[in-house]
């Protein structure tokens, strides 16, 4: 079992930044890919980047260049870096773990706006 807890979002003013970090813990070892996924109301989840072991990160085109996902600390934790935020990047923001299944953290929510 993996479990998953997030930190950081909050309100931020369109250009600003915010960090999200997600530690995992349980059985860590298994972990093969951690990333982050977004929610808005009345749309599907969708992929915002993802990082595997190895250290290859993919990202949505909406955000290449802005945001910069990174692991750390024996790979159980993931950080999502967001700068130069947009309107449109307001979401539920979700921790995202896969072992021999996906596991989801709790959320947490970014709201960009002035």
């Known amino acids: 079992q993996v479990q998953l807890v997030e930190s950081g979002g909050g309100l931020v003013q369109p250009g600003g930044s915010l960090r999200l970090s997600c530690a995992a813990s349980?059985?860590?070892?298994?972990?093969?890919?951690m990333g982050w996924y977004r929610r808005t109301p009345g749309k599907q989840r969708e992929m915002v980047a993802v990082?595997?072991?190895?250290?290859?990160?993919n990202y949505a085109d909406s955000v290449k260049g802005r945001f910069t996902i990174s692991r750390g600390g024996a790979k159980n934790t993931v950080s999502l870096q967001m700068n130069s935020l947009k309107p449109e990047d307001t979401a539920d923001y979700y921790c995202?773990?896969?072992?021999?299944?996906?596991?989801w953290g709790q959320g947490t929510q970014v709201t960009v706006s002035s």
């Open positions: 349980g059985t860590i070892f298994s972990i093969d890919v």
């Open positions: 990082i595997g072991r190895g250290g290859s990160p």
């Open positions: 995202y773990a896969f072992s021999d299944s996906a596991v």
